[in-house]
């Protein structure tokens, strides 16, 4: 068994012009011990899966149809208060921009004992110690507890982000941009760390970026998402090395490598996909140079192309 | 708080306080004509209230000799003498200060509680019939001229059901039994003011504690909150309502000019033996170096509420505490 | 480029009174605003009142009747006419005592805003020493010290109610100076003032029309106050004298409500209507208010 499952996840958006389609069957597994690294642009719906799995969605957000299965339960059917038990034990999330997701008037320490006494049913002071832990594991001075967010540096406040969401030892962490807003020497500071704890604690990680050189440091399996479908899902070496799918090549093309020759990356042709009335047949056709009539008519399915490896195009590689 | 944060407060203060200085002077001097004219013109004026003037404006020197002698008679106390009462001004203003602030005071405390409950529950029930019915009630009175309210209370309670009485501190040449009846009968004069008052206040801070904290229920650090497990009256409580506190005695701290406007009114119309009433008086009769006086002694004291609320604020918020 | 530009500005009106027309607050501080209006302009020519003219000894204080529809006051005058007779005053106070304030503030917020500087926080701790002064006790020894006739009732509120103004208008400007066109005209070396007329002010004038709306309204409740305690213009038959009447002759502890809660009553339907407005022009120009 699978430590998570989502199953044909539809997430949709009410808004005044009509139904937004972030998330359109959306499928991928999570096993323990290991890094799924979900990819794509911004607004291709990854953020949004993350927020569904969590139930954090706005109040305009709605999960349509779909299954999300945590260790074969699926959270989706659970009562309000079943799942609120489940928050943060079995799923916890690393947010995007710690500069805002911690409350400027509670002191740091508080934020996370909190969580501890509400669902391990620590007392404060035992609370407040497993927090001293928590510091020291993510490598910040433990006397530290008692200060404010504003006093910590952009980067402290990411590891103060991850304490905290591993605070009562989840099952699965959904990392959420975590090292977009920080410089590169931090950034590799933070995913050196999620790398040891990855080792140390048998957690499930899923982290969601942008960034591809993230991902080759530390994901063993990869997401590409496009416009709230999963276009291409493999390990991190097939994805890099033997991608099938044309926005994924464009991706890791648009990248640049410092190995590589010293040109200019090529960008993608095109706009971002409307998500009210998204393309016909494959999402991608409108900015694929080998989209023909069947790509622009017929959706494609994920097929599998070789172990652990799917693709959603009709061509499945042909071309790259 | 920070050393600079209360350096700099202080001196903000001070420079505001001797702006007003220099503009009350200059204020009372405006005046249409030379000011002993018309000054000579109003029936109040006795010949020792207008030699009292003449002395504490200097009227025969050079204009800054005048205001060095203005400065120098502030602090020594001297505020001329009321043409109304034949006292000191300080003196008239000094035997007023209590019922005020007793009357604003519990006004302000009992609105301040009120307004920050019903503001909570109409955020936190957005939409529904608690935040509509105190939404309409805040926009009503804030429509209204608070002296009209007013008249509205007395005529229900005093006139009609005859519940409270209509004017002034105590029932006027009443023997009391015992001290507890006289406490009794004022605090039924106290009432009808000091709901006036709180009525007024209490849509003021309702409205202005429901918009921050439906502000601060749309910043990132809820949704943590929320993601950790806890309930809607947890997160409201213990992270958000923190967080809008902070605004909240700021700007309380800084409505109370408004205030001060709405004694006035309430003390005119329940004949209240406080400032506001003494200001009308003053204004009635044309008294004025009594004028310049309450005006001057009011302003302190906004300064002053700002100041302390500006200290509040310092030593509240972790972000600019040391 | 003439051209462009009324091309583009009628759509925006229309495309404006029509969200304007949508809104429920819009429509509902439209229609009470115009009533009074009209009430205004055409009410006392069709129901003439005389201030001056008052009733006999029997006719002081009458409940309402077939022959005085709102009773009488404690001069013996009919209350109605009375009050549509105010309307006319109250609006007029009130609109043209909230154009000074207008006027003042948008100038010195739009000075302070360009000239950021020196002469802005100059103007600004002007501003500033304005909105700590307490605005009653202010009105109120200002009102005693000019006079109490119609246009200086108008100049003292006009004078004490800029400060608010001048703040907001002042943080746009320094929004709108930000914008490319700003520094293209600059470039070409326009001079300031024409810089400010021609290009920051119809930027900042929407804000502008919605401020006043909203200052409108503090406007009539500032002469209904004035006016209540004693420093109304004693010849103007505005709500705030009636009141001021009313409580002189101590209608309320008679029980003459004809008397005193109809003036209250135009006060409070006056003031929501500019309210109502003045929150449905701040939703269209800012939708991030919307749903408050």
Same mark, same amino acid.
């Given at each position: 068994?699978?430590?998570?499952?989502?199953?044909?996840? &539809?997430?949709? +958006?009410?808004?005044?012009?009509?139904?937004?389609?972030?998330?359109?069957?959306?499928?991928?597994?999570?096993?323990?011990?290991?890094?799924?690294?979900?990819?794509?642009?911004?607004?291709?719906? &990854?953020?949004?899966?993350?927020?569904? @799995?969590?139930?954090?969605?706005?109040?305009?957000?709605? $999960?349509?149809?779909?299954?999300?299965?945590?260790?074969?339960?699926?959270?989706?059917?659970?009562?309000?208060?079943?799942?609120?038990?489940?928050?943060?034990?079995?799923?916890? $999330? @690393?947010?995007?921009?710690? =500069?805002?997701?911690?409350?400027?008037?509670?002191?740091?320490?508080?934020?996370?004992?909190?969580?501890?006494?509400?669902?391990?049913?620590?007392?404060?002071?035992?609370? =407040?110690?497993?927090?001293?832990?928590? +510091? &020291?594991?993510?490598?910040?001075?433990?006397?530290?507890?008692?200060?404010?967010?504003?006093?910590?540096?952009?980067?402290?406040?990411?590891?103060?982000?991850?304490?905290?969401?591993?605070?009562?030892?989840?099952?699965?962490? @959904?990392?959420?941009?975590?090292?977009?807003?920080?410089?590169? =020497?931090?950034?590799?500071? @933070?995913?050196?760390?999620?790398? &040891?704890?990855?080792?140390?604690?048998? =957690?499930?990680?899923?982290?969601?970026?942008?960034?591809?050189?993230?991902?080759?440091?530390?994901?063993?399996?990869?997401?590409?998402?496009?416009?709230?479908?999963?276009?291409?899902?493999?390990?991190?070496?097939?994805?890099?090395?033997?991608?099938?799918?044309?926005?994924?090549?464009?991706? $890791?093309?648009? +990248?640049?490598?410092?190995?590589?020759?010293?040109?200019?990356?090529?960008?993608?042709?095109?706009?971002?996909?409307?998500?009210?009335?998204?393309?016909?047949?494959?999402?991608?056709?409108?900015?694929?140079?080998?989209?023909?009539?069947?790509?622009?008519?017929?959706?494609?399915?994920?097929?599998?192309?070789?172990?652990?490896?799917?693709?959603?195009?009709?061509?499945?590689?042909?071309?790259? | 708080?920070?050393?600079?944060?209360?350096?700099?407060?202080?001196?903000?203060?001070?420079?505001?306080?001797?702006?007003?200085?220099?503009?009350?002077?200059?204020?009372?001097?405006?005046?249409?004509?030379?000011?002993?004219?018309?000054?000579?013109?109003?029936?109040?004026?006795?010949?020792?209230?207008?030699?009292?003037?003449?002395?504490?404006?200097?009227?025969?020197?050079?204009?800054?000799?005048?205001?060095?002698?203005?400065?120098?008679?502030?602090?020594?106390?001297?505020?001329?003498?009321?043409?109304?009462?034949?006292?000191?001004?300080?003196?008239?203003?000094?035997?007023?200060?209590?019922?005020?602030?007793?009357?604003?005071?519990?006004?302000?405390?009992?609105?301040?509680?009120?307004?920050?409950?019903?503001?909570?529950?109409?955020?936190?029930?957005?939409?529904?019939?608690?935040?509509?019915?105190?939404?309409?009630?805040?926009?009503?009175?804030?429509?209204?001229?608070?002296?009209?309210?007013?008249?509205?209370?007395?005529?229900?309670?005093?006139?009609?059901?005859?519940?409270?009485?209509?004017?002034?501190?105590?029932?006027?040449?009443?023997?009391?039994?015992?001290?507890?009846?006289?406490?009794?009968?004022?605090?039924?004069?106290?009432?009808?003011?000091?709901?006036?008052?709180?009525?007024?206040?209490?849509?003021?801070?309702?409205?202005?504690?429901?918009?921050?904290?439906?502000?601060?229920?749309?910043?990132?650090?809820?949704?943590?909150?929320?993601?950790?497990?806890?309930?809607?009256?947890?997160?409201?409580?213990?992270?958000?309502?923190?967080?809008?506190?902070?605004?909240?005695?700021?700007?309380?701290?800084?409505?109370?000019?408004?205030?001060?406007?709405?004694?006035?009114?309430?003390?005119?119309?329940?004949?209240?033996?406080?400032?506001?009433?003494?200001?009308?008086?003053?204004?009635?009769?044309?008294?004025?170096?009594?004028?310049?006086?309450?005006?001057?002694?009011?302003?302190?004291?906004?300064?002053?509420?700002?100041?302390?609320?500006?200290?509040?604020?310092?030593?509240?918020?972790?972000?600019?505490?040391? | 480029?003439?051209?462009?530009?009324?091309?583009?500005?009628?759509?925006?009106?229309?495309?404006?009174?029509?969200?304007?027309?949508?809104?429920?607050?819009?429509?509902?501080?439209?229609?009470?605003?115009?009533?009074?209006?009209?009430?205004?302009?055409?009410?006392?020519?069709?129901?003439?009142?005389?201030?001056?003219?008052?009733?006999?000894?029997?006719?002081?204080?009458?409940?309402? !009747?077939?022959?005085?529809?709102?009773?009488?006051?404690?001069? /013996?005058?009919?209350?109605?006419?009375?009050?549509?007779?105010?309307?006319?005053?109250?609006?007029?106070?009130?609109?043209?005592?909230?154009?000074?304030?207008?006027?003042? /503030?948008?100038?010195?917020?739009?000075?302070?805003?360009?000239?950021?500087?020196?002469?802005?926080?100059?103007?600004?701790?002007?501003?500033?020493?304005?909105?700590?002064?307490?605005?009653?006790?202010?009105?109120?020894?200002?009102?005693?010290?000019?006079?109490?006739?119609?246009?200086?009732?108008?100049?003292?509120?006009?004078?004490?109610?800029?400060?608010?103004?001048?703040?907001?208008?002042?943080?746009?400007?320094?929004?709108?100076?930000?914008?490319?066109?700003?520094?293209?005209?600059?470039?070409?070396?326009? !001079? /300031?003032?024409?810089?400010?007329?021609?290009?920051?002010?119809?930027?900042?004038?929407?804000?502008?029309?919605?401020?006043?709306?909203?200052? !409108?309204?503090?406007?009539?409740?500032?002469?209904?106050?004035?006016?209540?305690?004693?420093? /109304?213009?004693?010849?103007?038959?505005?709500?705030?004298?009636?009141?001021?009447?009313?409580?002189?002759?101590?209608?309320?502890?008679?029980?003459?409500?004809?008397?005193?809660?109809?003036?209250?009553?135009?006060?409070?339907?006056?003031?929501?209507?500019?309210?109502?407005?003045?929150?449905?022009?701040?939703?269209?120009?800012?939708?991030?208010?919307?749903?408050?």
């Amino acid at each position: 068994m699978e430590l998570l499952e989502v199953k044909n996840l &539809k997430t949709y +958006f009410k808004t005044q012009k009509g139904m937004v389609k972030a998330v359109d069957g959306v499928s991928y597994s999570l096993d323990y011990g290991k890094v799924l690294g979900l990819v794509g642009e911004s607004g291709c719906g &990854k953020t949004t899966t993350a927020l569904s @799995i969590a139930k954090l969605l706005p109040p305009e957000g709605e $999960i349509v149809s779909g299954e999300i299965l945590l260790e074969g339960e699926d959270l989706l059917k659970l009562s309000k208060n079943k799942f609120k038990r489940k928050r943060w034990k079995d799923v916890s $999330i @690393i947010f995007q921009g710690a =500069m805002s997701a911690l409350n400027p008037v509670m002191k740091v320490g508080l934020q996370i004992a909190e969580a501890l006494m509400l669902h391990e049913k620590l007392t404060y002071k035992q609370a =407040m110690n497993r927090t001293k832990e928590l +510091f &020291k594991l993510v490598e910040i001075d433990e006397n530290r507890v008692s200060n404010y967010p504003h006093e910590f540096s952009g980067g402290m406040k990411q590891r103060v982000m991850i304490a905290m969401a591993l605070a009562c030892n989840p099952k699965v962490v @959904i990392g959420d941009e975590p090292t977009t807003a920080l410089d590169v =020497m931090v950034q590799a500071q @933070i995913l050196n760390l999620l790398e &040891k704890l990855k080792k140390e604690i048998n =957690m499930g990680l899923i982290l969601i970026t942008h960034d591809l050189s993230v991902l080759g440091e530390i994901c063993d399996n990869v997401c590409v998402m496009y416009a709230g479908k999963i276009v291409e899902n493999g390990t991190v070496e097939k994805i890099f090395n033997n991608h099938k799918h044309p926005y994924t090549h464009k991706l $890791i093309k648009a +990248f640049p490598n410092i190995h590589g020759e010293r040109k200019l990356s090529t960008s993608i042709p095109g706009n971002p996909p409307n998500l009210l009335t998204p393309p016909s047949g494959c999402r991608f056709h409108p900015r694929c140079e080998f989209a023909d009539e069947k790509c622009r008519t017929k959706e494609p399915e994920l097929n599998k192309v070789g172990d652990h490896h799917f693709v959603a195009c009709h061509y499945g590689g042909a071309f790259i | 708080m920070k050393r600079s944060y209360f350096i700099k407060k202080v001196f903000q203060a001070l420079l505001t306080i001797a702006a007003i200085l220099v503009f009350n002077y200059f204020l009372f001097r405006i005046m249409p004509g030379d000011p002993l004219q018309s000054l000579m013109r109003n029936p109040k004026a006795t010949p020792e209230a207008i030699e009292g003037l003449k002395k504490l404006y200097g009227l025969n020197y050079p204009w800054y000799v005048q205001f060095e002698i203005y400065i120098k008679n502030l602090f020594s106390g001297n505020l001329g003498m009321s043409f109304l009462y034949k006292q000191p001004v300080y003196e008239v203003i000094g035997s007023r200060v209590l019922p005020t602030v007793l009357m604003v005071g519990l006004a302000e405390i009992l609105a301040t509680i009120v307004g920050i409950v019903l503001g909570i529950l109409a955020a936190a029930r957005r939409g529904k019939a608690v935040d509509v019915a105190s939404l309409s009630f805040s926009l009503i009175t804030y429509s209204m001229p608070t002296f009209w309210l007013g008249i509205i209370l007395v005529s229900i309670f005093s006139v009609s059901l005859q519940l409270l009485p209509t004017t002034g501190l105590l029932t006027a040449g009443q023997s009391y039994s015992s001290t507890m009846s006289m406490l009794v009968d004022g605090i039924k004069h106290l009432i009808l003011p000091t709901l006036t008052m709180s009525l007024v206040l209490i849509g003021e801070y309702t409205l202005l504690m429901r918009n921050t904290l439906i502000d601060v229920l749309t910043e990132d650090y809820i949704t943590t909150a929320y993601a950790k497990g806890f309930n809607e009256d947890y997160v409201i409580k213990k992270h958000a309502v923190p967080n809008a506190m902070l605004p909240m005695i700021t700007i309380i701290a800084m409505n109370t000019g408004f205030v001060i406007g709405g004694a006035i009114q309430v003390e005119t119309i329940f004949s209240w033996p406080g400032i506001g009433r003494l200001m009308y008086d003053a204004l009635t009769a044309r008294d004025y170096p009594l004028l310049q006086g309450i005006f001057l002694m009011i302003t302190f004291a906004v300064i002053i509420a700002n100041l302390l609320a500006d200290f509040t604020y310092g030593y509240l918020d972790p972000r600019v505490k040391q | 480029m003439k051209d462009m530009k009324s091309k583009t500005k009628r759509p925006k009106l229309k495309k404006f009174l029509v969200s304007l027309r949508n809104s429920k607050m819009g429509t509902m501080g439209s229609v009470i605003l115009v009533f009074f209006l009209l009430l205004a302009i055409i009410g006392p020519i069709i129901y003439p009142f005389n201030p001056q003219v008052f009733g006999t000894g029997r006719e002081i204080l009458n409940s309402p !009747s077939m022959h005085h529809l709102l009773g009488t006051d404690d001069m /013996g005058r009919d209350v109605l006419g009375n009050l549509i007779a105010g309307s006319r005053i109250s609006l007029l106070v009130g609109i043209m005592a909230t154009l000074i304030s207008m006027i003042i /503030g948008t100038v010195l917020g739009i000075l302070a805003g360009y000239y950021n500087k020196r002469i802005g926080s100059l103007i600004m701790q002007f501003t500033d020493f304005f909105l700590v002064i307490p605005w009653l006790p202010l009105m109120l020894v200002l009102a005693v010290i000019l006079g109490t006739s119609i246009w200086n009732i108008i100049l003292v509120i006009g004078l004490t109610g800029w400060a608010g103004t001048a703040r907001v208008v002042r943080a746009q400007t320094l929004s709108v100076k930000e914008r490319p066109f700003i520094e293209r005209a600059v470039a070409i070396g326009s !001079s /300031g003032r024409h810089i400010m007329v021609k290009h920051i002010l119809p930027n900042v004038f929407p804000l502008v029309f919605a401020n006043t709306i909203l200052v !409108s309204a503090v406007a009539i409740l500032s002469e209904t106050t004035l006016s209540f305690l004693g420093l /109304g213009d004693p010849t103007q038959p505005s709500w705030g004298m009636m009141l001021h009447y009313a409580f002189e002759s101590g209608a309320a502890s008679i029980g003459a409500y004809w008397f005193f809660i109809p003036p209250g009553l135009a006060v409070v339907l006056v003031v929501l209507g500019f309210t109502f407005l003045g929150y449905a022009f701040d939703e269209i120009l800012n939708p991030k208010l919307k749903g408050r």
